[in-house]
Each structure stands twice: as C-alpha cells, then as structure tokens.
C-alpha cells in the first residue's frame, strides 16, 4: 500500500514538472501513446495484421502421429516390464521416434518462422511506415519517440 502511495505521488510530482516545463517554453506538447497490444484483437485489431497471421499457421504437424506412436510405445513398455519380458527392441524403436520427432518439430519451427517473414512481416512494415507517416504530420518538430 505505502509503495503504491509513493509510486503515485512520484507520479504526480513527475507529470506537474513535465507539464511546467510545457509550459515554460510556450509550446503546446502533444503525447501520442499507440496500443499495440489490440492489433492483434480479433475485434478491435488490424484486419490484414489478422488475416495474415492466420494464413501463417502451420496447418499440418506430422508429429501428431509420431507423438501417439511413442504414446503407445511407451505404453508398451511399461507392459513389458511388467512382465519382466526384454524392452531392447522396443526401447531403440522409442528413441528413434523421438528423435524423428525433434526433428519434426525443428523443421516446423524453421518452417513456421519462413512463412512468418513471408506473410506477416510485410504487414507489419507497413504499419510502422503509417504510424511513422502519422508522427510526421502529428508531430512536424520530429519530437515523436520512436521505439
């Protein structure tokens, strides 16, 4: 409670020596704050931005089948050691599609980040160059932050 009172009062006296020195030079300071975070609300957000990052997905992961398979290879291990039979088999079958599996995935992942600078990157460079262009005509001193 006490930090928050503090954070609150640093708040305030920040913002009164800000808008002091605002006004000290005569100069009408204008503050811009875009919200990034709802360009990709599936209501409020950037159409294309949305269309393209669903266009992107990875729609077919063949690990799917290889993760039952070790599911049921697993399983069956357990089986055999139950029964105090021999895993040797089934154990080097197991390893191998796991790393078939690993594999997968890292081939997915390279896939998924291609398409991505394919798809969506484009989108989102021309994001940055109309709020660029905004800060232009907003902001014509060139005090606009860019981050």
Do not use: C, W
């Amino acid at each position: 409670m006490i930090k928050a009172i503090n954070l609150l009062i640093l708040t305030m006296v920040f913002t009164a020596s800000v808008f002091a020195q605002a006004n000290q030079s005569g100069n009408s300071n204008k503050i811009a704050v875009i919200d990034t975070s709802l360009f990709n609300n599936q209501k409020q957000g950037i159409k294309k931005l949305i269309q393209a990052e669903r266009s992107y997905s990875i729609e077919n992961f063949e690990g799917y089948d290889l993760k039952k398979e070790i599911n049921e290879l697993e399983t069956k291990i357990i089986y055999l050691l139950s029964k105090n039979e021999s895993i040797n088999e089934s154990y080097t079958e197991l390893q191998k599609l796991k790393a078939e599996l690993k594999d997968n995935q890292e081939h997915t992942k390279a896939e998924y980040h291609r398409k991505y600078s394919i798809v969506v990157e484009p989108v989102i460079e021309k994001i940055r160059r109309k709020i660029i262009e905004f800060s232009k005509i907003n902001f014509p001193r060139g005090r606009a932050a860019r981050y």
